[in-house]
């Protein structure tokens, strides 16, 4: 059974920090492109961070570029999003997501909210 969990969302101050975590299950997770992406109330899914399948490239979205850092350990099956200098406007669901050759896996999303 595939699984990937989210944890780590929170509420936090702007200027503050949260690491997310995205625990994966039931498929060979160092084979797959991994990303993390968020959803706001009323807006479309926007593309946050990507890693290749072994780590050695990452890329960031412009509006989170040089405050987010995707990261990845194949031996726990994880991935991570390391968010400092957080803004309101980051505030969002965020959702992990597989990329495979042929098939794609979600999670269930985490919620981050960003307020003083």
């Known amino acids: 059974q595939v699984q990937l969990v989210e944890s780590g969302g929170a509420l936090v101050h702007p200027g503050g920090s949260l690491r997310l975590s995205c625990a994966a299950s039931?498929?060979?997770?160092?084979?797959?492109?991994m990303r993390w992406y968020r959803q706001a109330p009323g807006k479309e899914r926007q593309l946050v961070a990507t890693?290749?399948?072994?780590?050695?490239?990452?890329n960031c979205a412009d509006s989170v570029k040089g405050r987010f850092t995707i990261s990845r350990d194949n031996a726990k099956n994880t991935v991570y999003l390391q968010m400092n200098s957080l803004k309101p406007e980051d505030t969002a669901v965020y959702y992990c997501?597989?990329?495979?050759?042929?098939?794609?896996?979600w999670g269930q999303g985490t919620q981050v909210t960003v307020s003083s």
């Open positions: 997501n597989a990329l495979g050759r042929t098939r794609g896996y």
């Open positions: 039931g498929f060979t997770f160092s084979s797959f492109v």
């Open positions: 890693i290749t399948s072994t780590g050695d490239s990452t």
